[in-house]
């Protein structure tokens, strides 16, 4: 298998019909191998189908429920908390049955609803179709952030012979401690305060499970509906709600209302017709939705991994700007309110990190100010944020210490890449082509905002900063005659071909001549069967990071699904949809885990890093704005 790799690794893939015919059917025998060597020896996970702001929810390929139930909390500073699983089996005659186990099954997961159909029981004569979810609503972040899981089982006895049995939701002992229920009128009820589980009849908690009976007389169908909620004091929903019992009950008053704004959200995804890229999308949605935290202080963040970073969160709040505007005038709000009087962003709010180093930081908070205004055009709004964004653009500008036309990067904090073994660049493709795009966003608002002295400076810099990226690096710039290059500090030159730099063609930075080398450089080079590798060739093993993994060569989806949305931009619509397949296969499916990892190794095609990666959510920008909406320029 390694060899077959190197040989699809090191194929010359120039103009050559032939060759590129060869490299394409390379890609795709090396991916079925891999494909069907992990299958065997990497059992699926199942992936969370089901989520909110609240709670993400682990429903298995099989069918089974609940094997993962994660609590987003309402303190700052931690990630999703795992509360394990909570069962939902079935009961008759004192044996048990899991889901999984019925012989026929149909199950769709398709963020946010799972719907089963499951039939032909060893044990059990009905039928049960089901629909599960988390409440989500468009532009609705207290309904979002409702801590409560919704089950609806449609039960149907398609004998002629009256069927008793048993639905059983088991949770983990941790979390259902000193349980008491209630059962009034038609809703049963069992809670401790933080945990609780409800069903619309008679069901009573005993041994530290829930039991809700149901009997059917031949030919009858009777519908049970079931809510469990995780209750947190510090979460938005407290405001409300003062336990987790009050949350089911809720939720079982108001189910059809729940379900309702649920579907429109769904019905609200994009979709291209593409049944992979669709599929894709959804999987890809979850963490930007289950990343998101928004606490009873009224603070609301998307978590890069416990705080709102304007780099990581940029990415993953396309779904925000399009479902959840208020939620994402809010975020940009809070980072604005964070700027120090000198300009500097945080690197993170909601906690501070701060790094003096980081540079695209600013950025990327000038750019997702300008998104937003591009697409709501508030004017008022812009006016009162601009003083700040120029504070922002101006401290940038202050970090060209050299007066080359671009800010140093003086330390491996200086954009995304950081890790020690670039410590020594100067410049890089990433950082210097995000500030001239922030440079021509502060140019547009500053014309909106009727502020020609700020234009005049920023025009300015952005031809200064253009002419230096855009000289050969024989004359001190950063162009190598294919692509864009790292300038070290101590003056030599890091021709590495960087995926992470088509970010200029995303924004229109570069010109279209060198945007088309570029891409063709990438095809050539760094294009594996699992997406394209953002560091091509690979440092050594005493970089620090073995090759073709993190930042030394893996495929990174969020960065793989800006380069598609640049390609389709340049009208190469069939290239970028190909690699948004690339990498879905090997990120979603192949893997068997379901998840939006952090990156992939370019090599073997193995999940690497965080499983639930908020800014791999790119994915939704990429579609909406790329391929559905290709006339609208957030």
């Known amino acids: 298998m390694s060899n077959i790799l190197k040989i699809y690794m090191n194929t010359n893939c120039g103009n050559n019909k032939m060759t590129r015919n060869l490299r394409i059917y390379m890609a ?5 191998l891999c494909f069907t060597l992990r299958a065997q020896v990497k059992p699926a996970a199942g992936g969370y ?22 609590q987003n909390v309402g303190k700052l500073g931690g990630w999703l908390l795992d509360r394990g699983p909570v069962r939902v089996e079935l009961e008759k005659d004192g ?19 799972v719907e089963a159909e499951y039939a032909k029981s060893s044990h059990i004569s009905s039928n049960i179709k089901l629909k599960t979810f988390c409440p989500l609503a468009v532009n609705d972040a207290e309904t979002s952030s409702l801590p409560v899981l919704m089950l609806e089982m449609e039960c149907t006895n398609p004998t002629r012979k009256e069927e008793t049995f048993t639905i059983v939701v088991k949770p983990g002992n941790e979390i259902c401690g000193q349980m008491s229920s209630d059962n009034e009128g038609k809703r049963s009820v ?7 589980v409800a069903a619309d009849v008679d069901a009573e908690w005993s041994g530290n499970v829930f039991r809700v009976p149901v009997t059917l007389k031949g030919k009858e169908m009777k519908t049970v509906r079931i809510a469990i909620s995780l209750y947190d004091s510090d979460w938005i929903s407290a405001r409300n709600f003062a336990s987790a019992g009050e949350v089911v009950e809720h939720a079982c008053s108001v189910w059809d209302i729940l379900e309702t704004k649920t579907e429109e959200f769904s019905q609200s995804i994009p979709e291209t017709g593409i049944e992979d890229v669709d599929t894709y999308l959804r999987w890809y949605m979850v963490p930007a939705i289950s990343l998101t935290r928004y606490n009873k202080k009224g603070e609301i963040l998307t978590m890069g991994y416990m705080e709102l970073n304007p780099r990581d969160s940029y990415w993953t709040t396309w779904v925000h700007l399009l479902l959840y505007k208020d939620a994402e005038r809010k975020m940009i709000e809070e980072c604005l309110a964070a700027v120090s009087p000198a300009g500097k962003m945080p690197t993170t709010i909601l906690p501070v990190i701060e790094r003096e180093d980081d540079l695209d930081i600013n950025a990327f908070l000038i750019l997702r100010a300008a998104r937003f205004y591009q697409l709501y055009h508030e004017k008022d709004k812009l006016l009162s944020y601009w003083p700040v964004l120029k504070k922002a653009m101006d401290w940038l500008i202050s970090r060209d210490t050299k007066g080359k036309g671009l800010p140093r990067q003086v330390s491996f904090w200086g954009d995304w890449k950081d890790v020690k073994g670039v410590e020594d660049r100067e410049y890089s493709p990433f950082s210097a082509l995000v500030y001239l795009a922030a440079l021509k966003k502060m140019m547009y608002m500053g014309e909106e905002c009727g502020d020609s002295v700020a234009i005049e400076k920023y025009e300015d810099a952005y031809r200064k900063g253009y002419d230096i990226v855009n000289k050969p690096i024989e004359e001190g710039g950063m162009w190598n005659g294919r692509y864009y290059c790292q300038l070290w500090k101590n003056g030599s030159v890091n021709d590495k071909l960087l995926e992470d730099q088509t970010i200029g063609i995303l924004f229109d930075v570069v ?11 990438l095809n050539e080079m760094s294009l594996t069967p699992y997406g394209v590798a953002e560091t091509f060739p690979y440092y050594p093993k005493e970089f620090g990071l073995d090759p073709a993994t993190y930042h030394n060569g893996a495929v990174w989806p969020w960065v793989n699904f800006m380069d598609c949305w640049a390609r389709i931009r340049l009208g190469q619509k069939d290239d970028a949809i190909d690699i948004i397949k690339r990498v879905g296969r090997a990120d979603i499916i192949a893997s068997g885990d379901w998840s939006a990892n952090e990156h992939i ?18 994915l939704f920008g990429t579609v909406y704005f790329g391929l559905v909406n290709p006339d609208i320029v957030p």
């Open 190 to 196: 069992a809670s401790n305060g933080s945990f609780a």
């Open 95 to 113: 044996k048990k049955e899991t889901l999984s186990q019925f012989k026929d099954k149909d199950i769709r997961r398709v963020f946010p609803f």
């Open 49 to 70: 189908p089901i989520a909110n702001f609240a709670l993400t929810v682990n429903v298995s390929e099989q069918g089974d429920m609940y094997g993962q139930v994660l």
């Open 601 to 618: 190794n370019s090599l073997t095609g193995e999940n690497l890093g965080f499983h639930i990666q908020g800014w791999s959510a790119a």
């Open 28 to 32: 795709a025998l090396v991916s079925m």
């Open 511 to 521: 010109p279209r001549d060198k945007a088309l080398k570029i891409i063709e450089s």
